[in-house]
């Protein structure tokens, strides 16, 4: 388990391309003009795994953090807010102000979709639907946390909590808006991640028969969800497709984060072992800026395909607008991940201008 706290940037970099690729890139792309396979389909829509990965890998980190300073009272659960809503609005900000002056958003629209409240009232997908959801689960998670630490058996309590959250979400089947199941949805996975980082705190590595039934929980995790994908139906909730993912996103940040400890610690030739290094230091690297890349992506893929001006620019053809967007993407989110640091510690900044 501690392999996920070690190499926990390259999974959420990882989860980060995984969720362009969802929303950006189309699979027809390396189709090579034939149709593609339901199979090529089916792992292109399910993309939206990165976003639970993303989630368990938060919530492991926040055990790091709830361990290492506890929230006991309002003042330090008031510290412990600032610190958290900090990191999403010195991102959030800078891209709703850009966003809203060039779209024409209204001071009721901004407001609205910066607190999150006209995703949760209207439509989660009116803007950014992770803001609001990341948002909740911070302002929950410490009262989540203060169970979870006095249970004795940890994992009987996780699994009673999971199970909880499911009968909920079943019972508001025919009473909550479907859209907000995008939320309800990922619950469970992000209650599995203090699990996953308590087991680390307390220096528990996967065993070869955890390995064996992470490889059995992911591949039982694809087949079914790839029936589901295929039927159509939905089963005992809604966003059925969602379901499936709290086997799916804890078996690939497991299995990912072990064969890099791995790669890491085994002998294999140089060339091989160069081009891991290389490809590590890339999904580390979007680790570092995914939520930056997250909140810019879509809208400047929606620019691009209507802007005349960039398709002159970079040219009309798919692969040219593909690269276009992501490197307006990349540089937009360098830029605000340059913004949000100098936001977040302008005393720091101060003092190297000083310098």
């Not at 659960?77 to 958003?105: C, E, H, Q």
């Not at 610690?265 to 999904?283: D, L, N, T, W």
């Not at 053809?317 to 977040?344: D, K, N, P």
Request: hydrophobic share 50%.
């Amino acid at each position: 388990m501690r392999n996920i706290s070690i190499h926990r940037s390259a999974l959420m970099g990882f989860a980060a391309l995984w969720i362009y690729y969802f929303h950006i890139v189309p699979v027809e792309l390396f189709s090579r003009g034939q149709q593609p396979s339901e199979l090529a389909i089916y792992f292109h829509g399910e993309g939206f795994c990165g976003v639970d990965i993303f989630l368990l890998v938060s919530s492991f980190g926040l055990a790091y953090a709830f361990q290492k300073e506890r929230v006991t009272d309002a003042r330090s659960y008031r510290k412990y807010l600032v610190r958290r809503f900090s990191r999403i609005y010195t991102v959030l900000l800078p891209t709703a102000l850009v966003i809203g002056l060039v779209d024409n958003w209204s001071l009721r629209e901004f407001f609205g979709r910066i607190t999150g409240l006209r995703q949760l009232w209207i439509d989660v997908y009116d803007f950014l639907w992770f803001v609001p959801c990341i948002l909740l689960f911070y302002l929950l998670a410490p009262f989540y946390y203060a169970l979870f630490y006095r249970a004795r058996r940890k994992g009987t309590f996780t699994l009673v909590a999971i199970v909880l959250m499911l009968a909920i979400n079943f019972a508001l089947r025919n009473v909550a808006r479907y859209d907000l199941y995008g939320i309800l949805t990922r619950i469970p996975v992000f209650l599995l991640g203090f699990y996953f980082g308590h087991l680390s705190i307390e220096d528990k590595k996967l065993t070869a028969c955890g390995t064996l039934g992470a490889v059995v929980c992911l591949m039982a995790g694809l087949w079914y969800s790839f029936c589901l994908s295929q039927q159509k139906t939905v089963w005992l909730l809604p966003a059925y497709n969602a379901q499936v993912n709290l086997f799916i996103a804890p078996s690939i940040a497991l299995l990912l984060a072990n064969l890099c400890q791995l790669a890491k610690e085994s002998s294999i030739p140089k060339m091989v072992k160069r081009i891991g290094r290389g490809i590590y230091a890339v999904f580390g690297f979007f680790g570092a800026i995914s939520f930056e890349f997250y909140v810019v992506q879509e809208w400047v893929w929606l620019k691009v395909c209507n802007s005349s001006t960039l398709q002159a620019l970079l040219g009309s053809s798919m692969e040219r607008m593909q690269a276009g967007c992501f490197l307006l993407t990349l540089v937009g989110a360098v830029g605000l991940h340059w913004i949000a640091g100098r936001l977040s510690h302008p005393a720091i900044s101060r003092k190297k201008r000083k310098c």
